[in-house]
């Protein structure tokens, strides 16, 4: 499989996520720099967590308008599947090819600890290998720009078209109706704010319920 993992100045996690999709593929994921302008024909794209540009200006705003997110946003919209985490999330708010906004914690804290996910809709291209209703334990977080918001109208849209992909089993950041991640209505983009990729090794200290989700995506 063709893996993509995007990375900016202030990106942390791009390692950690091909370590992730290593261990599911035996195969080392391409780390592509954000001044690129070309990647070829992918099978996956991935935008890690981190803290692109600083988050100087808004999460994900800077790095939204990198050279290689002209091809992201192009590749995405022909159908590309792309898989986005924490900072990636945030970029796919700012590029709006996720609906809704992603604001302060409520509690106007830094979240960095482990939480259950609720496998709300698995109709997408990612999580087909994950059972609706299922419960992820320890997915770390590390976040202080988590709080997921959408109109009441967007809410009952992306609720309507089983967008919702997963949702706190404990809200930590005030996010609308308890939502972890969503996906687009056609089920080939999947944002979230959790760390799977942080729950896939021995040495990570967790339940590696992170790896069911990389298990599916490759599935």
């Keep these: 499989m063709n893996i993509k993992i995007i990375y900016f100045p202030g990106t942390n996690r791009e390692k950690d996520m091909a370590d992730a999709f290593e261990t599911v ?17 992918p099978d996956l794209i991935v935008l890690p967590g981190g803290f692109s540009h600083g988050d100087y200006l808004r999460c994900g705003a800077m790095a939204a308008h990198s ?21 990636g999330f945030q ?3 700012e590029t709006e090819l996720l609906p809704g906004a992603l604001l ?3 509690h106007l804290k830094f979240n960095c600890k482990k939480v ?9 291209r990612f ?10 334990r320890d997915i770390p977080i590390a976040h202080g720009d988590g709080n997921y918001f ?14 919702i992909a997963f949702t706190y089993t404990e809200n930590p950041n005030g996010s609308t109706a308890d939502i972890a991640g969503i996906t687009n209505k056609r089920g080939t983009i999947l944002g979230m704010m959790p ?15 992170g790896l069911k989700l990389f298990e599916s995506i490759i599935r």
């Design 91 to 93: 970029m796919l708010m």
């Design 127 to 136: 999580m087909t290998g994950l059972e609706a209703g299922e419960t992820l």
């Design 67 to 87: 050279p290689i997110m002209r091809e992201v946003i192009k590749q995405a919209k022909d159908g590309t599947p792309l898989f986005a985490v924490c900072n």
């Design 150 to 163: 959408i109109d009441p109208e967007g809410l009952k849209a992306i609720q309507d078209n089983n967008q």
């Design 25 to 41: 593929t035996g195969k080392r994921p391409d780390i592509v720099w954000h001044k690129e302008t070309d990647l070829g024909n």
């Design 195 to 209: 760390h799977p990729e942080n729950a896939t090794r021995d040495h990570q200290d967790t339940k590696l319920d």
């Design 104 to 106: 302060h914690n409520n």
């Design 116 to 124: 259950g996910l609720n496998v709300q809709s698995n109709d997408n």
